[in-house]
């Protein structure tokens, strides 16, 4: 870390020790350290090999079913042999030290964040290790428990052609109910936004760093690379989560 960076690092921890409310925001650089892939890395992201429009659409899983629940279940295995990094570790440091200040908001689908103990982390893109239904079961329409489906690639229900497909949210789909609203009460009352390990292209969550920008937070970026939203930032961190969160968040 150079001369530069590591004052900026110190500017943003006398903030943040002053700060009433904080917000953090992760994307998937969150995790790369934790071994899980990002999207949108040139190279190595998730994107750069695979159709996002196949895998993470439900046209997608309804034309080849099979091909999209094994991906699931490749990305399933890499999410529980993780395990959470300094900067996860880090965040849920500073939660349990000065409790009720940190709104910790996720686009990572992974449970990393909860592992390292930030159990009420919103997760606007769900939650890649729970199973649901793809609709409702034509059977029992109030049925929402999967665990009646017959094993399978993907489960089936017993009773109609109903399948199971992973808990996370795809391309054109709504966020969990009540999610992205609380995440925008919590980025409108901060006093501290820190975005960390997101390209800023997928919305809505790209929006949160302008919300709190525009209500008056001091807003922070933590990133190797530029992203689309660094036009919000008052302070821009080039590093990494693993790397940076710990000094971030020293006391
Ligand atoms: P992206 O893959 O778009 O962006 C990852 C970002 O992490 C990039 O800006 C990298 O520069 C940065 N990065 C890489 N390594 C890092 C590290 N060690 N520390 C900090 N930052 C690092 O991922 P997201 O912005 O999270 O949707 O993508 C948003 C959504 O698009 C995802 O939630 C996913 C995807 O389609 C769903 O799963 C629904």
Redesign the pocket.
């Known amino acids: 870390m150079d001369e530069h960076t590591r004052r900026d690092v110190a500017d943003l921890r006398v903030r943040l020790l002053a700060a009433q409310k904080v917000c953090v925001l992760?994307?998937?650089?969150?995790s790369?350290?934790s071994g899980i892939p990002?999207?949108?890395?040139a190279q190595t992201?998730?994107?750069a090999k695979f159709d996002?429009m196949q895998l993470?659409s439900e046209a997608g899983f309804r034309s080849d079913p099979r091909l999209v629940w094994d991906w699931y279940e490749h990305r399933r295995e890499g999410v529980r042999r993780a395990l959470p990094n300094a900067?996860h570790l880090a965040l849920a440091g500073y939660a349990r030290r000065r409790p009720g200040r940190l709104t910790l908001i996720t686009?990572?689908?992974d449970d990393l964040h909860q592992r390292a103990g930030n159990t009420d982390a919103l997760r606007?893109?769900?939650d890649i290790l729970l199973d649901r239904w793809l609709e409702r079961c034509t059977h029992q329409p109030s049925l929402l428990d999967v665990s009646s489906a017959v094993p399978g690639r993907p489960p089936k229900c017993p009773h109609c052609a109903n399948l199971v497909r992973p808990g996370?949210?795809?391309?054109g789909e709504q966020l969990p109910d009540g999610v992205m609203e609380a995440a925008e009460q919590a980025a409108f009352e901060c006093d501290v936004m820190l975005v960390?390990?997101?390209?800023?292209?997928?919305w809505p969550?790209a929006g949160l760093a302008q919300v709190a920008r525009e209500a008056g937070a001091h807003v922070a970026i933590?990133?190797?690379?530029?992203?689309a939203i660094d036009g919000e930032a008052h302070l821009i961190l080039r590093?990494?989560?693993?790397?940076v969160l710990p000094g971030v968040f020293a006391e």
């Open positions: 992760t994307g998937a650089g969150m790369a350290e990002t999207f949108r890395d992201g998730l994107w996002p993470a900067g686009q990572n689908v606007l893109h769900g996370v949210v795809w391309f960390v390990g997101t390209s800023g292209a997928v969550a933590l990133n190797p690379q530029e992203s590093g990494t989560a693993a790397g």
